[in-house]
Each structure stands twice: as structure tokens, then as C-alpha cells.
């Protein structure tokens, strides 16, 4: 009888557990879709997540806009050279043709 008694009580306390359990774990209801979301978490491991994603987004931002930036000042510098080189050219062409003799 005593052992039926335990096993009884071990399966009451273990049907509380996972009853409780499923209860705790369950998501918070969304928000409406009128209202943003908000920036915080109840949960701080998904905050330093949501956190570090933020900042990861803005570090690519600034690096992208650094890179666009830097392309910019290639393209021109490219520009200006060839425009420099094409200019030393017509410079050579028009010196020998002017000392070629005719």
C-alpha cells in the first residue's frame, strides 16, 4: 500500500511539473499589428540578442555608407587620371605631328 501510495504522489507531482512547465514556456501573446513592437524583453538573453542584432545593423549601415563613400572618391580620382593621361597624349600626338617633317 505504501509503495502504491509513493508512486500516486511521484505521479501527481510529476503531472504538476509538466503541466506548470508548459504553462511558464508559453510565448507571450503578439502585439497588434497597429502598435509597434516593443524594444524590450522580458527575457534578458533574447534583449542582449535583440540588442546586439540593432547594433550589428548599424555597424553594417555605417560600413556600407563608409564603402559607398570610398567608391565615390576611386571613381573620381580614376576620372581625373584618365582625363590627365588622355590630356598628356593629345600633348605627344600634337608635339610630333608639329616636328614631323613635311
Do not use: W, Y
Amino acid at each position: 500500500m505504501a509503495r502504491t501510495t509513493l508512486r500516486f504522489a511521484t505521479a501527481l507531482i510529476v503531472f504538476g511539473v509538466v503541466t506548470s512547465g508548459s504553462a511558464i514556456a508559453q510565448q507571450p501573446a503578439a502585439p497588434a499589428e497597429g502598435v509597434a513592437a516593443s524594444a524590450t524583453h522580458s527575457d534578458p538573453i533574447v534583449q542582449k540578442r535583440m540588442e546586439v542584432r540593432e547594433a550589428n545593423r548599424k555597424q553594417r549601415e555605417a560600413n556600407a555608407k563608409t564603402r559607398k563613400q570610398a567608391q565615390q572618391q576611386q571613381a573620381q580620382a580614376r576620372a581625373e587620371r584618365n582625363q590627365s593621361v588622355q590630356q598628356s597624349r593629345d600633348r605627344a600626338t600634337a608635339a610630333i605631328s608639329a616636328s614631323a617633317p613635311q
